[in-house]
């Protein structure tokens, strides 16, 4: 069996191959439910997915977002544009928690369930992403990541997840969570190919002006960084996996020291306020006059229309939209807001002066993989506090990669590695190398050839 995306595509498919594997697909889809909408009209390319917060043009793009229902983007995201016109193929759109609200990709209506255990959540946001990935057999997903939703989700299902230093990929065709924090990244089954794919979409977008052609560079590091507040307090089978892990590196040749960063812990509340005061921002659009499920009736009053309107929206949504526009009224603005900022600015000069020297690394989740009813007996907070490892990196735009390195009762379990801005290459170089000594474990291999 060939495996990665160049091998894929120099090789010859059987007749009839497209038609099993969606028809093979649809059948894994009825129990996992991680895909929205599959495209039965595929016929050639390497196959690839996108969450569903990406638009695809003449297809449903709703962020799984019932605000969202019904929505066909006439165009494509740059992303799909540039992965379209390189020989890849549309396959389908992903679920996630809506508008990218979640750790646990429970936060929308029929929520994927994991590959590997149907009892188990697949983490999220990019939820339906990394269910995929780890589904079918030669695919990438297209996913996102605001404060972790690439990382967490690739580490619960067993696949590589890489987010690309903040400005590298266009965000054009994004339904924005965040604008200062979004990233578009990558879910595949190796480093290679989460590489090819990169090399294929990173690049200034004209319709993107944060978006940059900077270069990137592959500096290797021989030291790994552990910074002890962030392993402090993992579930124990996470931290004695994590021992093991960094044994392996050990005998490979790497260095390992240990740190602390000042204010680290301070991450998540500042994540948290930059985050849903951008998020309200973004979703005050949304009021069914213009934007969002149309409401027809405009018999109704203005209060009456606009609640029923803004009723569209789930309640994590809803909960975003009070907290983020409470923490950038003005009255406060300078105690919740501006003070999250400053947090932001001393985290990313303080992991860049560390960053100089090597790679951080950890593990990409405090806990196992949830159960569903675990997952959903969690409070927002509890919820918020598993993003403890996977929003400094993303918070502070740095680059990074979650990469299978164990199994715990038959569940994957993720290590992370984080590098310097405009350093992502070397991420691949890192992981390609792991994967030489750790074979990663699927249970499906939908589309094998
Ligand atoms: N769990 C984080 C949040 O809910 C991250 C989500 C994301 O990266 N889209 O904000």
């Avoid at 959540?121 to 997903?141: E, F, Q």
């Avoid at 931290?239 to 260095?255: E, H, Q, R, V």
Wanted: aromatic share 12%.
């Amino acid at each position: 069996m060939k495996a990665g995306i160049r091998e894929f595509l120099a090789e010859e498919r059987p007749e009839g191959y497209y038609e099993k594997l969606i028809r093979d697909l649809e059948e894994a889809n009825e129990k996992l439910r991680m895909f929205s909408v599959i495209n039965r009209e595929l016929k050639s390319g390497m196959p690839f997915s996108v969450k569903d917060n990406i638009c695809v043009k003449d297809v449903e793009s709703t962020a799984s977002s019932q605000m969202l229902s019904g929505y066909i983007p006439p165009f494509n995201a740059t992303v799909v544009e540039k992965l379209d016109k390189n020989g890849f193929g549309f396959i389908g759109k992903t679920k996630m928690d809506e508008f990218g609200f979640g750790t646990l990709g429970v936060n929308c209506i029929e929520h994927p369930l994991n590959p590997f255990d149907e009892r188990y959540v697949t983490g999220g946001s990019s939820a339906g992403s990394a269910a995929a990935t780890a589904v079918l057999r030669h695919h990438v997903s297209i996913a996102e990541s605001t404060g972790g939703s690439i990382a967490c989700p690739s580490a619960f299902c067993g696949v590589v997840g890489f987010t690309p230093t903040y400005g590298l990929v266009s965000r054009y065709g994004l339904i924005d969570y965040a604008n200062s924090l979004d990233k578009i990244g990558i879910m595949a089954r190796s480093a290679s190919d989460a590489r090819y794919v990169f090399e294929m979409i990173k690049g200034s977008d004209k319709y993107d002006t944060t978006c940059v052609d900077h270069e990137v560079t592959t500096e290797g590091r021989r030291k790994l960084i552990i910074i002890d507040q962030l392993i402090k307090g993992v579930d124990e089978r996470i931290a004695s996996s994590f021992d093991k892990t960094m044994c392996k590196l050990g005998n490979l040749g790497y260095a390992i020291e240990h740190r602390s960063v000042p204010f680290i812990e301070k991450a998540i509340p500042a994540y948290y306020i930059v985050s849903m005061a951008e998020a309200s921002t973004n979703l005050a659009k949304y009021t069914g006059f213009k934007y969002g499920l149309k409401v027809n009736d405009f018999s109704k009053n203005y209060n009456d229309f606009f609640t029923e309107a803004r009723g569209n929206f789930g309640a994590e949504a809803k909960r975003r939209i009070v907290i983020g526009t409470f923490v950038r009224s003005s009255s406060v603005k300078s105690r919740y807001y501006e003070k999250a900022l400053r947090i932001r600015r001393m985290l990313i000069d303080s992991l860049n002066s560390i960053l100089k020297e090597g790679f951080i690394i950890s593990p990409t989740m405090p806990i196992v993989t949830p159960k569903v009813d675990e997952a959903e007996a969690l409070s927002p907070l509890e919820e918020y506090g598993m993003d403890s490892i996977t929003v400094p990196p993303n918070f502070a735009g740095l680059p990074h990669v979650s990469f299978p390195s164990d199994y715990i009762g038959g569940m994957p379990v993720g290590t992370q590695l984080v590098t310097s801005h405009f350093n992502d290459m070397a991420l691949f170089d890192f992981v390609g190398r792991w994967e030489e000594d750790f074979e990663y474990r699927f249970k499906y291999n939908v589309g094998a050839l």
